[in-house]
């Protein structure tokens, strides 16, 4: 039952891969597309683009700080 409830939420994850997106420096349509279309599965590929963005932006050698 609840799996036929999941596309309901589809567009707020959308709205969520938009602004991480932003956050990240990477293109928020396209990522609120992805989002629209397949819902929380596509998360690790949204979160191993930003990590694979940063290290090209700062390199593979740099240190990382986080606040």
Same mark, same amino acid.
Do not use: K, T
């Given at each position: 039952m609840s799996w /036929? %409830?999941?596309?309901?939420?589809f567009p707020a994850f959308? /709205? %969520?891969f938009y602004i991480e997106a932003l956050k990240g420096g990477i293109r928020p349509r396209y990522w609120a597309l992805v989002g629209l279309v397949t819902g929380p599965f596509a998360?690790?590929?949204?979160?191993?683009?930003k990590r694979l963005w940063w290290r090209q932006v700062c390199?593979?050698?740099?240190?990382?700080?986080?606040?």
């Open positions: /036929l %409830l999941l596309p309901l939420f959308s /709205l %969520l998360w690790p590929m949204l979160q191993a683009r390199g593979y050698s740099g240190i990382l700080f986080r606040a």
